[in-house]
């Protein structure tokens, strides 16, 4: 059997939904189809989630959500006239949800609706069991899978029936909904196909494939026939955003292949996500912006047992997690993302953390993007190392640091933010992409 995700821009409007049935009909195979909220229908739309978020937001600003919902309600009876399907049961589950979000239910609560929602419409359209998720999808305090999860699938699972599943939520041990971070319903897809142990898990979205270097900034870029999980997790790390970044999880370790496909091309073959591959060649890269950097500086900073420890641990306090390190023998740099915290608690944590730790120095420096290169190959090919240097050198884009060998898959690049578009455009002209 197939599990199939389709992404939000897939299943934003009626005739995205169509176009997903003659998908669904052209294989029979395909049995679990986990669905997102309707997404952006044009450039400068706003996805059903955000306007989720929004209904939320007036009601803890004290006002109803009323006008918010409105535009929700909208899209949903747009959705559900284009697919000549009866509509009357809708009303009276809008009006609860509505209710539910005006009485404070929070921001879980409200977010998941918009999956929860299209995959009512959908299974009816589709004439498929709706299987929610809710008492299904069990999350951990920590956000992770719990195991729980995959037996629950397999108690209601029917073999050779189909469904239709809301993407992007579940419920804690106490039952009460949690959703994923942004993009997850390509969690949920991951999760189905583990649990069921499909042949394959087509994840169908606006784009054939995963590209090797972003299409809206290099031009002739394509997409990439075959990647491992690896690769493509360490791609979606660095801000590629096809596949999001944490659904790799409940499928490793599985034999599945994922196959992005593009629903408005599906004729064409996609990527192939797999567990292993040969070769030793690149498969892309990609870049993420927003990152600010802490510099601590202490004279035999290394000698000291435990010092990491302790100030990672300090910092967490004030918020703020690192994502990158680079570690020296008198001084640590590491970066985080710049929405963690404002400049006060920034503030506060550099002169707490000198005080505590009797630093000599311990500074923030903000705006630096990091710019990935990934691929098996890396470990083989150090060659790669100065090839991208000197690139960004002769190109003058200032390279911040170089982290090669922390992964086998991938080397991180940190540059001035700003200069990431620039840097990914002569990036992927050096290497092929
Ligand atoms: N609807 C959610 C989002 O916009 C989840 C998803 O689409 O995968 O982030």
């Known amino acids: 059997m197939i599990v199939c ?15 997903v049935k003659a998908i669904i009909d052209a294989n029979a195979e395909r049995n679990v189809v986990v669905v997102s909220a309707p997404g952006k229908r044009f450039k400068d739309d706003t996805k059903v989630t955000d306007l989720l978020y929004q209904c939320n937001d007036a009601v803890r600003a004290g006002a109803s959500c009323r006008p918010v919902f409105s535009k929700i309600e909208e899209r949903y009876h747009d959705i559900i006239s284009g697919l000549k399907i009866q509509s009357r049961w809708l009303q009276p589950i809008l009006d609860d949800v509505r209710l539910h979000i005006d009485a404070g239910s929070g921001p879980n609560y409200a977010a998941s609706r918009g999956e929860y929602l299209n995959a009512r419409i959908i299974a009816k359209y589709f004439g498929f069991e709706f299987l929610d998720t809710e008492s299904l999808v069990i999350l951990k305090a920590d956000g992770s899978i719990d195991s729980r999860t995959y037996d629950n699938i397999r108690r209601v699972y029917k073999p050779g029936k189909k469904y239709v599943v809301p993407g992007f939520y579940g419920s804690n041990i106490e039952g009460k909904i949690l959703t994923f971070a942004r993009g997850g319903s390509d969690i949920t897809g991951s999760i189905f196909s583990r649990a069921l142990n499909a ?14 270097a972003n299409p809206t900034i290099v031009e002739d870029a394509k997409p990439v ?61 990609s870049a993420k912006k927003g990152y600010n950097r802490i510099t601590v500086r202490k004279l035999m900073l290394f000698k000291q047992r435990g010092i990491r420890h302790a100030l990672l641990t300090m910092m967490v306090v004030f918020g703020v997690r690192p994502a990158f390190s680079c570690y020296g023998i008198d001084s640590i740099v590491w970066y985080f993302d710049a929405s963690l915290a404002s400049d006060s608690v920034l503030r506060m944590m550099c002169q707490r953390l000198k005080d505590e730790f009797d630093l000599q120095e311990a500074f923030v420096e903000k705006g630096f993007s990091i710019v990935g290169v990934v691929g098996q190959g890396l470990p083989e090919h150090p060659e790669i190392v100065s090839k991208c240097a000197m690139c960004l050198q002769e190109n003058h884009i200032r390279t911040v640091f170089i982290n090669y060998g922390a992964s086998d898959l991938s080397m991180l690049i940190g540059v001035p933010e700003g200069t990431e578009v620039e840097a990914q455009k002569v990036l992927a002209k050096a290497l092929g992409f």
């Open 5 to 19: 995700k389709f992404g939000g821009s897939s299943v934003a409007t009626a005739s995205q939904i169509k176009k």
């Open 199 to 212: 042949t394959v898990y087509e994840n169908w979205t606006d784009v054939s494939g995963v590209y090797g």
């Open 225 to 285: 026939a075959e990647m491992t999980y690896g690769e493509v997790r360490e791609l979606s790390g660095v801000g590629a955003g096809v596949f999001q970044e944490e659904a790799i999880a409940p499928i490793y370790g599985t034999q599945i292949p994922i196959n992005i496909k593009n629903t408005n091309r599906p004729e064409d073959v996609g990527t192939m996500i797999v567990p292993t591959r040969k070769g030793d060649d690149l498969v892309g890269l």
